[in-house]
């Protein structure tokens, strides 16, 4: 028994290790010093005969070390699946998960889901994660969340994939900017699409260059060897690049699902802040959305309940 729950700490050591890839702010971590972090991954080292890191030319994993680390994690999830499913039983409590997705795609999708979500299922607490698919990805791998809604998510086979739609891509500008580079004509010409190397003098708001919608519009530019030459802004908030675009100070590209938001300020808005959406011709790269969990996790009911609705939306709005 003493020699299970030592090596558990060496575990947990191990884990810090391998998310800091440095020995002090893992020791700051786990309220201990250098030392004992070292003796714990010897220890581990020692007792499966195995490097767990290579030091030089600075730290990092091993091949023995990654598949540590990833048998790890995915303990990590299978028990903090057990324990939350047997404290839901012994509370009473009809269950809880927590879900990851992009701010926008939040503020697009949930009203549209939980309404009716909560109709069915009044007692199960679901709780979200707001960020980036990259981000997202690590946060179900290390146990955080439960699962996430992402775009072009990388091909993981700790992966479960639930697809929802492909999405398109579409250029919003409004009645102000588009007067004054284009004036009264093109407009039903891009309607039926536009291409983008007539917007390249036009001012654009873009994607932070991690996120994935950005690396597939580059690719697209590349591609068509189009340069967009005024780029001052670049946000991950499709909601901000809307109230941007109707601002009269850029133009931007947004999914097809996400322009709900440009419909609605249409509604109400003085004739010069309309935004036209537009498709964008050629636009063949993938906007794949899914909703992945951990493959080796059994979702209950409450939670397969959840993700039909979600596909149900998100099919809805493309």
Partial sequence: RRRRRILKQSFNIFLLVAEEM????????????????SDHIRRLEQEYEVALFERKPSLHLTKAGET???????????????????????????????VGMS????????????????????????????NDTIV??????????????????SQNPAFSVLPLVNDEMYLSISEGLFQRHFGGKYLSVFEEGVDLSEFSEVPFSLYYET????????????????????????????????????????????????????HEHNAKCEPDKFIHIFPVKNFNYPLRVDLIWHKNVEQPFYIRAFCELIRDVARQLV
């Fill in 22 to 37: 440095n020995i002090g702010r893992a020791a700051r971590r786990a309220f201990v010093t250098q030392q004992c972090v």
């Fill in 103 to 130: 701010t926008s795609r939040a503020q697009v999708i949930l009203p549209l889901v939980l309404k009716d979500y909560y109709e069915h299922f009044p007692e199960v607490e679901v709780s979200f994660y707001v």
């Fill in 136 to 153: 997202l990805e690590q946060r179900l791998l290390d146990g955080s969340i439960d699962l996430f809604l992402g775009v072009n998510t």
């Fill in 68 to 98: 540590m680390l990833k048998t790890l994690r995915s303990i990590h999830i299978l028990e903090s699946s057990m324990e939350k499913n047997l404290k839901e039983i012994s509370s009473g409590q009809r269950g809880s998960f927590t």
């Fill in 211 to 262: 996120g994935a919608l950005n690396i597939v519009i580059r690719q697209h530019l590349l591609d068509y060897g189009i340069s967009l030459n005024k780029i001052p802004y670049h946000i991950s908030d499709c909601d901000t690049h809307i109230l941007l675009c109707a601002s009269g100070l850029c133009a931007t590209l947004i999914p097809k699902m996400l322009s709900l938001r440009g």
